[in-house]
């Protein structure tokens, strides 16, 4: 499957963003409208072409698969620092480098998860690894990042992303291409009509 994903930083909020996938046939057309928030509930809303409609994403429905993936619809929202409090573990090293090990738990209600535990790199802050929780504290999803380049000053993407679930022992593999910034788009391109009209 291909995608591609358009993102806008919203100064005071959170960002917003269109998953949309241009192929194969039977997914073509679908897509993701986020509203992110950093205190709220986010708002997502998904386009389904064979429907014809625009359905928005019950926030009791976050924690589901997003188009069969390992993926959640939570997951694909931005991760605001508010959304969230904060446990500083251990250094450990990952690597030739040496991390931060963190634990999060959200502060919003309707979370698939009870906490998250990150390893980020201490030099660069990229955040390589991450296991999600269930809400009965097992351990459901790993989600490794790598391939990490370094765009415009000092911006930092990872071109892999590996999502494993532990508990069904299936995967979801996302491969980056090359990342654009500053493509002025604005807030009036991330509405639910735009998922309709996307090509």
């Given amino acids: 499957r291909e995608m591609k994903i358009y993102t806008l930083e919203v100064d005071g909020d959170g960002d917003k963003s269109i998953t949309y996938f241009s192929s194969p046939q039977d997914v073509k057309g679908t897509s993701l409208l986020t509203w992110s928030h950093a205190l ?7 386009f389904l072409p064979a429907l014809k409609r625009v359905k928005r994403v019950s926030s009791s429905n976050k924690s589901g698969s997003f188009m069969g993936s ?3 619809f939570e997951d694909l929202a931005s991760q605001e620092v508010e959304k969230y409090t904060y446990r500083y573990l ?3 090293s990952c690597g030739e480098k040496t991390c931060f090990v963190s634990e999060r738990y959200p502060a919003y209600e309707n979370s698939g998860y009870s906490r998250q535990v990150s390893w980020i790199e201490q030099d660069t802050y990229n955040i390589i690894k991450t296991e999600y929780y269930d809400r009965g504290d097992n351990l459901l999803k790993t989600l490794t990042q790598s391939d990490y ?3 415009l000053e000092n ?14 022992g299936k995967k979801t593999i996302l491969n980056w291409g090359e990342y654009k910034f500053r ?3 604005n807030k009036s391109f991330f509405n639910k009509n735009r998922l ?3 090509r």
């Fill in 40 to 46: 709220e509930a986010d708002e997502q809303w998904l």
């Fill in 70 to 72: 390992e993926f959640a």
């Fill in 90 to 92: 251990f250094d450990e």
């Fill in 149 to 151: 380049k370094k765009y």
């Fill in 155 to 168: 911006t930092w993407r990872a071109h892999t992303m590996e999502m494993v679930n532990h508990q069904s």
């Fill in 183 to 185: 493509q002025n788009l």
């Fill in 196 to 198: 309709k009209t996307l």
